[in-house]
């Protein structure tokens, strides 16, 4: 029997990342976009110029992922890949409150 080969997301190597990125897929798309938003204020306020960076990397043929359809989502969703480690915390923190109710986290 042949195994298939799941090819890996960039965000997998971190479960607690890709567990907040599905939660944040399955929101609705005005709490997503409020969300996405909050992020990119995040970021930019570590360091201006990280979205922009990687701006080339764009996906303009496939797209396979959820936030490859909305340039933006990507463009912030991207970034993280990019976050250094205080960076990440605070984004994982952040995505933690908006994402998961205070009573869930204790448990």
């Known amino acids: 029997m042949v195994q298939r080969r799941v090819k890996k997301r960039w965000y997998d190597d971190n479960p607690r990342l890709a567990l907040l990125l599905n939660l944040l897929k399955n929101q609705d798309k005005k709490l997503r976009d409020e969300i996405i938003n909050e992020l990119k204020e995040i970021i930019n ?3 201006d110029t990280l979205i922009d960076r990687h701006v080339s990397e764009f996906p303009m043929l496939e797209k396979r992922r959820w936030y490859d359809k909305d340039p933006y989502s990507w463009l912030v969703i991207n970034s993280i890949k990019y976050a250094d480690k205080h960076l990440l915390e605070d984004i994982l923190n952040h995505l933690t409150t908006r994402l998961i ?6 448990s």
């Not at 109710?101 to 204790?106: I, L, R």
């Open 45 to 47: 306020s570590y360091d």
């Open 101 to 106: 109710p205070s009573d869930c986290e204790k």
